[in-house]
């Protein structure tokens, strides 16, 4: 019995220690794609990112957003050209673990709780 519990111990602490690959500052400039399901329809957005500067290319129509890094994997998006008052919002963006060409984000409208999760492929 004691066996069983030292084991168990050990497995928790060693869980405990994972920590996700996170190399973030390899994915703040380059173009990317995105694919989301939106009433069981697959939608891809692309976008371009240079630092400060996000140009999203969805259903044909370009949008640019500006970008403010808080840190490495944290960042805030900012429509500059807004049509509504859902897009005057900023939104809060993530970054929780990468890969050589993808990582995966969490986002949330800043000042809301309700929070989401996407991956974003890296393209070039």
Known sequence: MLKTLYLIL???????CYEPERNCSDFKNG????TSIVDGKEL??????NDNL???YFAG??????VRWINDCEYIVKKLNPKSKAEEKPIHMK?????????????????EAKK????V???N
Do not use: C, M, P, W
């Open 10 to 16: 050990l497995f928790v602490v060693l869980l405990g």
């Open 31 to 34: 173009a990317f794609s995105f």
């Open 44 to 49: 891809k957005t692309t976008f371009t990112r």
């Open 54 to 56: 996000e140009v999203d």
């Open 61 to 66: 129509k370009a949008d640019s957003s500006s």
């Open 95 to 111: 970054i929780l673990s990468t890969t050589d060409n993808s990582y995966t984000f969490e986002y949330s409208i800043v000042g």
């Open 116 to 119: 989401q999760r996407g991956t």
């Open 121 to 123: 492929t890296k393209t």
